[in-house]
């Protein structure tokens, strides 16, 4: 167990629609990241989140969006879903620098 | 643009023999290595790390070779036995970009019992 929590385990929703994905960070990390894996693709970095603030963006599309909150609960939301956006969605915390703690992932599924 | 590669994505070792896992990057600026294990329905797990300033660094059963000037960074597991089989991902860090990741693709490592 990583001390990282996501919620939910799954989600099958239509195209078109929006969904929320919740991320709880080890006790003490200040730092979010949050990762999609496709098929047979390694984890593409989304969005760094630390201490409430925006600090880097990697592939992360318009529809997508992300916040930390001051409890440093994430939560990433897409919109507008897409057939190509079923995916696994990790999200990862750490202190500062070094191994980042990896959550047990979000598998969304759009129909 | 993937910046770190591992080309080979299944491996299959008999258990008790050396697996070797490899990755490869292309950007020079990166000066943190790890490796992560994965099981199915499970969040990756860190296993090892490198720094660039040091070409070996060892753990037990594993051991992270890197080669700075062929940008190629390799993981041994000695012996290898069947609860090491997983998806392993290699990452690598740049400095001063707040501890961003790059992923490989992954290997999906199988040990025959």
């Known amino acids: 167990d990583s001390g990282v929590t996501q919620t939910p385990k799954h989600l099958i929703t239509a195209t078109g629609q929006r969904v929320t994905l919740r991320c709880s960070p080890r006790?003490?990390?200040?730092?979010v990241y949050w990762y999609q894996q496709s098929l047979d693709q390694g984890l593409q970095f989304l969005i760094h989140y630390y201490n409430g603030e925006e600090r880097a963006k990697g592939n992360i599309l318009e529809r997508f969006s992300a916040q930390q909150f001051p409890d440093l609960h994430s939560e990433l939301n897409l919109s507008s879903l897409e057939l190509g956006d079923s995916a696994l969605y990790f999200c990862a915390s750490s202190v500062v620098e070094g191994e980042q703690y990896f959550g047990p992932g979000t598998r969304l599924t759009v129909t | 643009d993937q910046q770190v590669k591992q080309n080979s994505p299944s491996l299959s070792v008999q258990e008790g023999r050396i697996s070797i896992l490899n990755c490869d990057y292309t950007?020079?600026?990166?000066?943190?290595f790890l490796w992560y294990k994965k099981y199915p329905a499970e969040g990756p797990t860190f296993l090892i790390s490198?720094?660039?300033?040091?070409d070996k660094n060892e753990d037990g059963r594993f051991t992270v070779f890197l080669n700075k000037s062929a940008k190629h960074l390799s993981l041994h597991i000695v012996p290898s036995q069947p609860g090491d089989s997983a998806v392993y991902f290699c990452?690598?860090?740049?400095?001063?970009?707040?501890?961003?990741?790059?992923f490989g693709t992954g290997t999906s490592l199988t040990v025959i019992p």
């Open positions: 990452a690598a860090v740049r400095p001063y970009t707040g501890n961003q990741f790059y």
């Open positions: 490198i720094s660039s300033i040091k």
């Open positions: 950007n020079s600026m990166f000066d943190y």
């Open positions: 006790s003490g990390d200040l730092s």
